[in-house]
Nanobody, 121 residues
Framework: QVQMVESGGGLVQAGGSLRLSCAAS????????MAWYRQCAGIQCELVAS???????NYADSVRGRFTISRDSAKNAVYLQMNSLKPEDTNVYYC???????????????WGTGTQVTVSS
C-alpha cells in the first residue's frame, strides 16, 4: 500500500508565498516522475509542475518563473515553492508519484488527497 500525503496549503495574500510538501510512504521500491496538479472545475486538471529522477522539470506556462518544484529522493518527497501568488492560483493542489510498489510488477500513478491553497486579493 502506498500513500501520498500533502501539506503546506493555506490562506495567503496576493504576492505572498507558500511551500507545499508531499511525502510518499509504504512499500515503495522506486519512484519515477513526481508532479503537482491543481483541479480546475469542469475541465481537465492542470499540470502545474513535474520532475523526474534526473531533475528534468516542466512547468505550466501560468506558473513558470513563480513556482519551483524540487524533490528529495531519500525522503520520497516532492515540494512546490510558490512565490508571487495570484488569486487565480487558488485551487486544490494534488501531488502524484509514478511509483513501483513491492506488491506490483509495474509502476502505477498514486495521488494524494489534495491541499487547499487560497490567495486573497
Amino acid at each position: 500500500q502506498v500513500q501520498m500525503v500533502e501539506s503546506g496549503g493555506g490562506l495567503v495574500q496576493a504576492g505572498g508565498s507558500l511551500r507545499l510538501s508531499c511525502a510518499a510512504s509504504g512499500s515503495i521500491v522506486d519512484i519515477n516522475r513526481m508532479a503537482w496538479y491543481r483541479q480546475c472545475a469542469g475541465i481537465q486538471c492542470e499540470l502545474v509542475a513535474s520532475i523526474t529522477p534526473k531533475d528534468t522539470i516542466n512547468y505550466a506556462d501560468s506558473v513558470r518563473g513563480r513556482f519551483t518544484i524540487s524533490r528529495d529522493s531519500a525522503k520520497n518527497a516532492v515540494y512546490l515553492q510558490m512565490n508571487s501568488l495570484k488569486p487565480e492560483d487558488t485551487n486544490v493542489y494534488y501531488c502524484t508519484g509514478l511509483i513501483l510498489a513491492d506488491s506490483r510488477g509495474n509502476y502505477d500513478n498514486y495521488w494524494g488527497t489534495g491541499t487547499q491553497v487560497t490567495v486573497s486579493s
